[in-house]
């Protein structure tokens, strides 16, 4: 949320708390500190982003919350429980790249948990120079800046992170379980709903920030997705048959990403692959794992606790070390 729509947001709140009551002008008026003519321009400010509020003379405002929700800044911030993710949120119809904008902001020195949201991207990212689909009205894009004061070799302890936080939110709006294909994909029966692309601005032995880039396939259906995506891709809205709200599902995601960043600061990386590992299902399956240099392939026997590394047996016996790449599971068993 930009400063200048503090108000609106917080007369959205005050709205939603009231349920399906009408709060007075004067009621409003005395929680933002504010006259009632502006209180009544905010309320016009939060109609024209989006919001049907009912006004009565004798009763004062509510909330219609049987009308569809806009997707906003407000809509997201209004809803946010978190002590400082998503406290800064940057909302835009439309951008290049949400991880493109943070790391612009990050440089300029925005405070850490700043995220950025957009409707649609016209240039989104993916893992390993690929695009993202990003088309508007159906999805989550966002990028969020955290500043771990930490090494850069431990910069990777963050993919994981991420991958619990959306794990974690996904499996609150899915019928399906989800799994994690190494390192931070996120499949509903084995095809990709969300991913994750972490990008980091440091010095030879300090971060100054990383971005953490969800995409997040919420009300897209199937059909919409190029063809080639189209046996690998999958949404919420396949699995669950119905819509979900998108800024309800931003505001679990940014307090998840809290509650696990707290973890990891107070209690180190192990408690976060444990988290990872419940929703790892690959141990035991076949696995090709290409990066820029090389393809292995084996049996996953799992991953190192100390840095997340994925370990595969390869037909030669040999155990090997993956840091990086893509891994494609093959089947059970070698
Ligand atoms: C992947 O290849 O699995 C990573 C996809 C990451 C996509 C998200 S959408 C929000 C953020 N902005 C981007 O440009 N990319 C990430």
Redesign the pocket.
């Known amino acids: 949320m930009q400063a200048k729509e503090a108000a609106e947001v917080e007369i959205i709140r005050l709205l939603k708390a009231g349920k399906d009551s009408y709060i007075s002008g004067q009621a409003l008026s005395a929680a933002l500190g504010v006259s009632r003519t502006a209180v009544w321009k905010h309320i016009e400010k939060a109609r024209e982003m989006g919001f049907s509020i009912e006004a009565l003379p004798s009763k004062g405002y509510r909330l219609n919350t049987s009308a569809d929700a806009p997707f906003n800044g407000i809509e997201v911030s209004s809803g946010l429980e978190t002590g400082f993710i998503g406290r800064n949120i940057c909302f835009y119809p439309s951008l290049d790249?949400?991880?493109?904008k943070a790391f612009e902001l990050g440089r300029q020195g925005a405070p850490e948990g700043t995220a950025v949201i957009a409707d649609s991207?016209t240039g989104?990212?993916?893992?390993l120079g690929?695009r993202?689909e990003?088309p508007a009205g159906a999805n989550l894009?966002?990028?969020i800046i955290l500043r771990p004061g930490i090494p850069p070799r431990h910069a990777h302890n963050l993919t994981f992170l991420s991958a619990v936080a959306v794990a974690e939110t996904v499996e609150r709006f899915s019928p399906v379980r989800p799994t994690v294909k190494w390192p931070n994909?996120i499949l509903l029966d084995g095809k990709k709903v969300a991913?994750?692309?972490m990008e980091m601005d440091s010095e030879p032995d300090r971060v100054h920030f990383v971005v953490a880039?969800?995409?997040v396939n919420i009300n897209i259906k199937v059909t919409a997705f190029p063809d080639r995506l189209r046996p690998m891709a999958t949404s919420l809205y396949e699995k669950s048959g119905k819509e979900t709200n998108r800024a309800v599902f931003t505001c679990v995601l940014y307090s998840s990403l809290e509650k696990w960043y707290k973890v990891y600061r107070e209690k180190g990386f192990l408690p976060l692959m444990e988290a990872w590992k419940g929703f790892f299902a690959s141990v035991g399956k076949t696995v090709t794992v290409r990066s820029f240099d090389s393809v292995i392939e084996g049996v996953c026997l799992g991953v190192d606790d100390d840095d997340g590394a994925l370990l595969v047996k390869t037909r030669a016996g040999a155990i090997e070390r993956v840091v990086s790449g893509d891994v494609e599971i093959k089947r059970d068993g070698l």
């Open positions: 790249s949400t991880n493109m991207q989104g990212k993916g893992r690929r993202w990003s894009y966002t990028s994909d991913g994750i692309l880039g969800i995409g």
